[in-house]
């Protein structure tokens, strides 16, 4: 996620060749990587940042580090001489708890999945009470990037997470699913596997692109005694709809439960 934003940040209009990007990993290998693949400088820890004479710190930082680390991590910036726009990925870390550590920072709270490295990533963006609209904008630019984004209230995280941030893991299983029945029934296993996932992009570019609702791009595939009714037929009689919708209950469960435990320290 963060050399995905990364990435993103490098792309966007707003970021100029001249902008400072330091980015802080342990890592050694991922900072040679960085630096060779993005051009930015990189240090081992926090403490090894510094501010060049006559500049006015950093503008916008990024955390994507796992969200049991933050509290460690954050009073590390807390005496640092600015307070910048912070950027959150870090799952179950509410917005209370990110103002509550570092008070005097701007904060965005953000939500995407894995598809940003190709550019068709979902980012759900929440404000915290001293962003701005500005702010905002210029964390939304960079987003837009990477995929498309939706402004939510906090409180639809979970949710969003849920269908958006796991789903794709849902969705591989849907895929290994069909692979393994066109296996079955005599297709390589490259075939069957392109053969799905391109007819899982083809059908969300309908229903995106051209706002095709999918229902109705159901009936419009499933002829009177066709096929497709036969398979839809089929997979309600093992209450597929319901499976899905459990699996989803069980998600936003979970990443509530994520969340009440982050904001207790635990």
């Keep these: 996620m963060g050399q995905a934003f990364l990435s993103g940040f490098q792309k966007q209009a707003g970021c100029a060749a001249s902008t400072r990007i330091v980015v802080v990993d342990p890592d050694p290998g991922v900072r040679t990587r960085l630096e060779k693949s993005h051009g930015v400088e990189t240090v081992r820890e926090i403490a090894d940042l510094s501010i060049r004479p006559g500049s006015s710190g950093p503008s916008l930082v990024f955390w994507s580090v796992k969200p049991s680390l933050f509290s460690d991590l954050a009073p590390l910036l807390k005496e640092f001489p600015v307070a910048p726009l912070g950027v959150s990925v870090m ?3 509410p917005l209370s708890r990110l103002e509550s550590a570092l008070p005097d920072w701007r904060w965005i709270r953000t939500m995407s999945n894995l598809a940003l490295t190709r550019g068709e990533g979902m980012t759900v963006l929440a404000s915290g009470t001293k962003a701005s609209d500005e702010d905002l904008s210029r964390v939304s630019r960079i987003f837009l990037e990477m995929g498309r984004v939706m402004m939510l209230s906090e409180t639809d995280f979970d949710v969003a997470t849920a269908l958006a941030g796991s789903g794709p893991g849902l969705m591989a299983l849907v895929v290994e699913s069909f692979a393994d029945a066109g296996v079955r029934h005599g297709l390589k296993r490259e075939h069957a596997v392109f053969l799905a996932a391109q007819m899982l992009r083809g059908t969300a570019a309908l229903i995106l692109d051209e706002g095709i609702d999918p229902a109705d791009l159901k ?7 066709g096929t497709t009714i036969e398979g839809i037929c ?3 009689s093992h209450a597929i709809r319901a499976a899905f ?5 069980l998600m936003v469960a979970r990443s509530r439960a994520m969340s009440n435990t982050d904001t207790k320290g635990g």
């Design 219 to 225: 009936g419009r595939v499933s002829s009177p005694s």
């Design 234 to 236: 089929a997979l309600e």
């Design 245 to 249: 919708i459990n699996a989803v209950a």
């Design 91 to 93: 799952a179950g870390t």
